[in-house]
């Protein structure tokens, strides 16, 4: 029996597809066995990775620890974390510890991407991560532990009642993605779950393929973190569509979340927004709608004709609030402030470039 050079599994005379990973085989016959660097090099092109979307988590999961460790296949610690990361964004915790511990081996270790995931995993029960974390923080610890909010009353109303509804779909993102490979970048942002349990932020609070992305719920709703997975990142529209992963993922389509308003609010109603200005943690920010359909012009977003501009003074940090009306409906999106602006002049990204974005995900 013969062997594929990708996955080590082993496949019939006459067979053109390794029947475990996909890997071409006629491929096989075209590179020299004795020459390792094009071994290699062939290998990446052919990685499993292009077939991990039909694999099987944990089949992918023991294939990456092949490829990490060099059993049964070529070592390629680069491949096996490729492999961790992705599965980690679908929420496997072995993977977010084995993601972890590569990075904090690494020459200069990435402390501030391992701490994130391991810190999901512990908090989703990984016990090995919450042994790691604990062992990390006596260490480093780069977050300073979220502050309990004291319980609210029970017997507001208005605008605070209004305010405590939408919480509980809003949530703070932070995203980790490489500046250089000796350094990383954090991007704080604000977010917010619509119907059908989407996750709704800016794509330069996302960033470009980004390392890490988690988000968090005001404390006294959940005080865990959690992974989301990007499916789309419109740079046009600076619009970025999550979505959480797992057993959360169901726990939050479930829920009643917000719902977005696609037509234009008019001059001087009242809308707020909930950010993480300067990323000091959830804030809310009130005010009124200053032009439903400002053209400006300058042409950023780029595929963006014109904006809801508020009186909202927003900071870094408030990218990705939603921008929401007396009903709770979503008007849009805080996106960003003029270049010049002193304050009290933000512009939002309305819902129907939102809708577009969703209507091509199907």
């Given at each position: 029996?013969?062997?594929?050079?990708?996955?080590?599994?082993?496949?019939?005379?006459?067979?053109?597809?390794?029947?475990?990973?996909?890997?071409?085989?006629?491929?096989?016959?075209?590179?020299?066995?004795?020459?390792?660097s094009?071994?290699?090099?062939?290998?990446?092109?052919?990685?499993?990775?292009?077939?991990?979307?039909?694999?099987?988590?944990?089949?992918?999961y023991?294939?990456?620890?092949c490829k990490?460790?060099?059993?049964g296949?070529?070592?390629?610690?680069?491949e096996?974390?490729?492999?961790?990361?992705k599965?980690?964004?679908?929420?496997?915790?072995?993977?977010?510890?084995?993601?972890?511990?590569?990075?904090?081996?690494?020459?200069?270790?990435?402390?501030?991407?391992?701490?994130?995931?391991?810190?999901?995993?512990?908090?989703?029960?990984?016990?090995?991560?919450?042994?790691?974390?604990?062992v990390?923080?006596?260490?480093?610890?780069?977050?300073?532990?979220?502050?309990?909010?004291?319980?609210?009353?029970?017997?507001i109303?208005?605008?605070?009642?209004?305010?405590?509804?939408?919480?509980?779909?809003i949530?703070?993102?932070?995203?980790?993605y490489?500046?250089?490979?000796?350094?990383?970048?954090?991007?704080n942002?604000?977010?917010?779950?619509i119907?059908?349990?989407?996750?709704?932020?800016?794509?330069h609070?996302?960033?470009?393929?980004?390392?890490?992305?988690?988000?968090c719920?005001?404390?006294?709703?959940?005080?865990?973190?959690?992974?989301?997975?990007?499916?789309?990142v419109?740079?046009?529209?600076?619009?970025?569509?999550?979505?959480?992963?797992g057993?959360?993922?169901?726990?939050?389509?479930?829920?009643?979340?917000?719902?977005?308003?696609?037509?234009?609010p008019?001059?001087?109603?009242?809308?707020?927004?909930?950010?993480?200005?300067?990323?000091?943690?959830?804030?809310?920010?009130?005010?009124?709608?200053s032009?439903?359909?400002?053209?400006?012009?300058?042409?950023?977003?780029?595929?963006?004709?014109?904006?809801?501009?508020?009186?909202?003074?927003v900071?870094?940090?408030?990218?990705?609030?939603?921008l929401?009306?007396?009903q709770?409906?979503?008007?849009g999106?805080?996106?960003?402030?003029?270049?010049?602006?002193?304050?009290g002049i933000?512009?939002?990204?309305?819902?129907?470039?939102?809708?577009?974005v969703?209507?091509?995900?199907?």
């Amino acid at each position: 029996m013969n062997k594929c050079k990708v996955c080590g599994g082993e496949y019939a005379p006459g067979e053109t597809i390794c029947p475990y990973c996909g890997h071409s085989l006629l491929e096989d016959e075209k590179v020299n066995s004795n020459t390792s660097s094009i071994s290699t090099e062939k290998s990446k092109d052919t990685s499993v990775l292009k077939y991990s979307e039909f694999m099987d988590t944990e089949a992918l999961y023991q294939f990456g620890l092949c490829k990490l460790d060099g059993v049964g296949t070529d070592k390629n610690e680069q491949e096996a974390f490729d492999i961790f990361q992705k599965l980690a964004f679908r929420g496997h915790f072995d993977s977010m510890y084995k993601l972890a511990e590569m990075l904090l081996a690494q020459e200069e270790p990435d402390y501030e991407t391992a701490y994130m995931w391991l810190k999901i995993a512990a908090d989703g029960g990984h016990e090995q991560s919450r042994i790691r974390l604990k062992v990390l923080n006596n260490k480093f610890s780069p977050y300073v532990g979220k502050s309990k909010t004291a319980e609210l009353p029970t017997n507001i109303g208005g605008f605070e009642s209004l305010v405590d509804s939408a919480l509980q779909s809003i949530v703070l993102i932070k995203s980790i993605y490489k500046r250089s490979k000796k350094s990383s970048i954090i991007n704080n942002g604000a977010g917010f779950i619509i119907e059908g349990g989407y996750v709704i932020t800016n794509a330069h609070v996302v960033g470009d393929a980004p390392e890490c992305v988690t988000a968090c719920f005001e404390s006294k709703i959940d005080d865990k973190d959690y992974v989301l997975l990007p499916l789309v990142v419109r740079k046009d529209f600076d619009i970025a569509v999550l979505k959480f992963t797992g057993l959360m993922a169901d726990k939050i389509e479930a829920k009643d979340n917000l719902t977005l308003r696609a037509t234009l609010p008019f001059y001087g109603e009242e809308v707020y927004t909930v950010g993480n200005p300067l990323g000091i943690g959830f804030s809310v920010s009130k005010g009124i709608v200053s032009c439903p359909d400002r053209v400006l012009g300058q042409k950023y977003p780029q595929g963006v004709d014109s904006v809801i501009q508020v009186d909202i003074t927003v900071n870094h940090g408030n990218s990705g609030g939603a921008l929401l009306d007396s009903q709770n409906n979503v008007l849009g999106m805080v996106t960003f402030i003029p270049g010049n602006s002193a304050g009290g002049i933000t512009m939002c990204v309305p819902s129907k470039y939102i809708v577009e974005v969703l209507n091509s995900l199907s």
